[in-house]
């Protein structure tokens, strides 16, 4: 630099009476405070420093169902269907909607009633298939919405939507959101995992639907594999020990910091902590995936595949150790509910490897003193249609369905022992109390102590939250 010129932050903080390196400094953050130490960073509380109300649920464990569970053999019990099966829907039910490719261009759309029986349970009187017993078994701690509707009619939107908020790929992911609003509460641990059931086909997920989208990089879920070591490159290669990694860092700190003196961006702070943060994880997540230390009878609980990694069974159990260790959003994926065809023959098999795996969890969380601030959803991206794809035969498939369907909530702050919203007599319309995505979004956030409106991002020139410009609290879903 030449002598008598100044740099641009020395400009500001000189003139104006210094206001404008305060507000350099107020644009900055405290992301970017080098002073703090890596732990305190970790461990920040947030964008917004606190919660805006006192908060019902910590922390969410999400069991989505990839491919649109079939409500209407599951969780709304239509007997009609049954009554009519192979006649022809009604025009007056459909209402005009669009139908997908794969069945809008059918000579015939037959009613086709559930091969399964139902029965209720409960203090609710919450009816459910005989594919879902184990769930059925905890219906005093559900709050069941019948209610659920979508705009999108595809899988990729469809999924995409209930994850960012957004049908379009690139918005911030729900648990990134939480972790840019609320922070972290384990210094050592990621405030948002993501657990995927191996070896499952159907829609493919892509990492779009756990991305920090245009918030900071450290908000990004963190993917863990079905193996010895859950995260890539967790260990040290041969011949590095701890203390050589730990001088290493240290070093790159140093570079890092130096990079941030003339180029004050953000995400070199956000590298130094994804750094940082891969440390601490060399211990912690070896110790929080280790199932050795588990009673025997916890583990039968989960059933057979729970000693499998990368089973819904297994994860289940691990969403559970990574909820006592404070981890803030734990996302778990179970593909291959897309039933065209074969539905009878699948859906028996895919409810058997989560139903008792799910009824599990929630009930080792209560035992555990866990549920009360723990919320657990479960749910697909749509429904399925109350007609036949195709000719009615004995292994039919149903269509996507995008204006009713099911999801279950348990713990958090929930109206345990209900069932929220109906739908008409044959499983097509909701005739009570619709509950659209974003009103789902407003109401989870709400359970965690924020206001949905109040949680804003400014990016290309505009202020966006997960709910957009839309949502309200759904106050009869909360306890």
């Not at 009476?17 to 107020?26: F, K, T």
């Not at 050592?188 to 900071?216: D, E, M, R």
């Not at 490159?233 to 130096?258: F, I, T």
């Not at 249609?385 to 035969?393: E, F, H």
């Amino acid at each position: 630099m030449n002598a008598g010129t100044i740099s641009r932050r020395q400009m500001l903080n000189r003139f104006g009476m210094g206001l404008g390196g305060i507000a350099l400094a107020e644009m900055l953050g405290k992301e970017q405070a080098f002073g703090a130490s890596s732990a305190t960073a970790a461990v920040d509380r947030g964008v917004l420093g606190g919660t805006h109300w006192a908060p019902k649920a910590k922390r969410i464990i999400y069991l989505f169902m990839s491919g649109g569970p079939s409500h209407l053999d599951l969780l709304d019990y239509k007997p009609l269907l049954n009554q009519r099966h192979g006649e022809q829907l009604p025009d007056s039910v459909r209402g005009g909607q669009r139908l997908t490719g794969m069945s809008g261009n059918q000579s015939s759309i037959p009613l086709v009633g559930s091969p399964f029986k139902f029965a209720q349970y409960g203090q609710s009187g919450a009816w459910f298939s005989d594919l879902l017993p184990h769930t059925a078994s905890i219906s005093d701690e559900l709050c069941v919405v019948r209610s659920m509707f979508t705009e999108s009619i595809n899988h990729g939107p469809g999924v995409t939507f209930f994850q960012t908020g957004s049908q379009i790929a690139g918005r911030p992911s729900m648990g990134s959101w939480l972790s840019y609003g609320l922070g972290q509460e384990n210094a050592n641990l990621p405030s948002f995992v993501v657990l995927i059931t191996k070896g499952k086909g159907g829609q493919p997920l892509g990492a779009h639907l756990w991305g920090s989208g245009f918030l900071p990089t450290k908000h990004q879920g963190v993917l863990f594999r079905a193996a010895k070591d859950p995260v890539l490159y967790l260990g040290n290669p041969e011949g590095v020990s701890a203390q050589s990694r730990r001088l290493m860092l240290d070093r790159l700190k140093d570079l890092h910091e130096h990079q941030f003196a003339g180029t004050p961006d953000s995400e070199i702070q956000n590298r130094i902590d994804h750094y940082e943060m891969a440390y601490r994880m060399q211990t912690s997540i070896p110790e929080v995936s280790d199932f050795a230390d588990e009673p025997q009878h916890i583990l039968d609980s989960y059933g057979p595949d729970v000693k499998t990694p990368g089973t819904f069974a297994a994860n289940c159990l691990l969403a559970r150790r990574l909820a006592e260790k404070d981890v803030r959003f734990i996302q778990l994926y179970h593909q291959d509910w897309d039933h065209h065809g074969g539905l009878p023959g699948s859906l028996p098999k895919l409810c058997k490897e989560t139903d008792q795996p799910a009824a599990a969890l929630v009930k080792d969380l209560k035992q555990r003193g866990l549920l009360d601030d723990t919320l657990v959803v479960w749910g697909g991206e749509f429904g399925r249609t109350n007609y036949c794809q195709g000719k009615i035969q004995p292994n039919f498939g149903r269509d996507h369905h995008p204006r009713c369907f099911s999801v279950w909530m348990a713990g958090g702050g929930v109206k345990a022992g209900s069932v929220y919203g109906e739908t008409c007599e044959f499983g097509y319309n909701v005739v009570k109390d619709g509950v659209h995505i974003h009103d789902f979004h407003a109401t989870l956030m709400h359970l965690l102590g924020i206001d949905h409106e109040r949680l804003t991002y400014k990016f290309q020139g505009r202020r966006y939250r997960l709910t957009d410009v839309h949502g309200h609290l759904v106050k009869g879903m909360v306890g």
